[in-house]
């Protein structure tokens, strides 16, 4: 339906504005429906962070979707508040190449549509829909054959489903909780350190194009703060769990992503080992990894249990127990963890 639409430059700006938003927030090119008829050109994390769109249009796809008479449903209304209700959005690979005039393709994750007929396409094709106009000023829908080469040289957008809105990024923990960024400078004890995710590369997608970039959730386990002198001040002490999603974007596989994000934001000498978990995200039943960290109270171990949360769907990327010695001996350089590489660093 939306190939059939007469967009217009203007559309297709809106459309660049919110993935250009999302992308701001950490999150992929998406440009979420619920966005489209909520706050045109605004982007995923623009809701929780209380900021709107500063870009106004003269004319919105929400506009133009409220007027369409649909077949299968008597009051737009109630379609547009479908749509906006769906989870649905418009991905956009590689969108910070459009030269600013091309009309996109557009298409569909063909994962999602298991009633839809694959027969005669190749793994990673998928059939797209072109809105042209003739010479004589009449528009048509031409069908084009989309795979991810393609969609590197000419705007596609892909239907298809949002699976990270829910969750937080490095740039969402950064302008929602500033306390932590600036936990170095005002930290009460001179013997701590802080440990930060510096660096992070990914050496390959997990997913196929139409589907997005990969969703890295990496999960840090300890005890923040640590200063017990005791068994029994130690049970004074939970665990704390540092929680976020990196999202790669396929044209940044195999480039260095550069964060300043908090994992632990007071590292005393008496910690010394966290628990480290990094999975890409596909989704199941709700589980957990029961780990242990260790401390030290007069030169005596203890262990300390926590559970890191993940989905059974989930891709194991890497996870075990990281010990203070480890990350002084690679401060600042990057080692690799399965399919990624991450530079953490004491500060």
């Known amino acids: 339906m939306l190939s059939e639409l007469p967009l217009t430059q203007e559309h297709i700006r809106e459309v660049f504005d919110g993935v250009n938003s999302s992308a701001a927030n950490g999150y992929d090119e998406e440009y979420t429906f619920a966005c ?3 706050d045109p050109g605004s982007g995923v994390g623009d809701e929780l962070l209380q900021t709107r769109s500063v870009k ?10 409220s007027s369409v008479e649909s077949s299968w449903s008597t009051r737009a209304e109630s379609f547009t508040d479908a749509l906006s209700a769906s989870g649905l959005q418009i991905y956009w690979p590689y969108s910070e190449d459009w ?4 009309m996109p393709v557009i298409t569909f994750n063909p994962e999602e549509a298991s009633s839809v007929s694959r027969v005669g396409f190749k793994e990673g094709c998928n059939v797209g829909y072109l809105r042209e106009e003739l010479p004589g000023g009449l528009w048509i829908v031409r069908e ?3 795979d991810e080469e393609y969609a590197k040289n000419h705007p596609v957008w892909v239907i ?5 809105a829910a969750y937080l990024t490095p740039q969402m923990l950064e302008v929602l909780h500033p306390e932590r960024s600036t936990a170095v400078t005002t930290r009460s ?3 701590c350190k802080s440990l930060v995710l510096k ?57 260095t992503l550069r964060f300043n994000t908090m994992l632990v934001s007071e590292w005393t000498p008496q910690l010394e080992e966290c628990v480290f978990l990094m999975i890409e995200d596909d989704g199941g039943k709700q589980t957990s990894w029961k780990a242990s960290g260790v401390v030290k109270i007069k030169s005596k171990s203890y262990g300390f249990e926590v559970d890191l949360p993940f989905r059974r769907n989930d891709d194991l990327v890497w996870r075990g127990k990281l010990s ?5 001996r690679y401060n600042g350089k990057p080692n690799r963890f399965g399919d990624v590489s991450v530079t953490f660093s004491f500060l």
Request: net charge negative; aromatic share 14%.
């Open 199 to 255: 660096e992070f590369k990914a050496h390959r997608n997990y997913d196929s194009w139409f589907a997005g970039g990969s969703e890295f959730f990496v999960k840090c386990g300890s005890l923040d703060g640590f200063t017990a002198q005791t068994e029994e001040e130690l049970k004074l002490f939970s665990p704390s769990v540092t929680d976020m999603m990196i999202n790669v974007k396929r044209k940044y596989v195999g480039k």
């Open 189 to 191: 004890n001179s013997d």
């Open 160 to 164: 298809n489903r949002n699976e990270d």
């Open 324 to 328: 203070s010695n480890y990350f002084e």
């Open 56 to 65: 106004t249009y003269s004319s919105t796809i929400r506009n133009l979707l």
């Open 99 to 102: 030269d600013g005039k091309s």
């Open 144 to 146: 084009v054959i989309v």
């Open 36 to 38: 489209m008829f909520s």
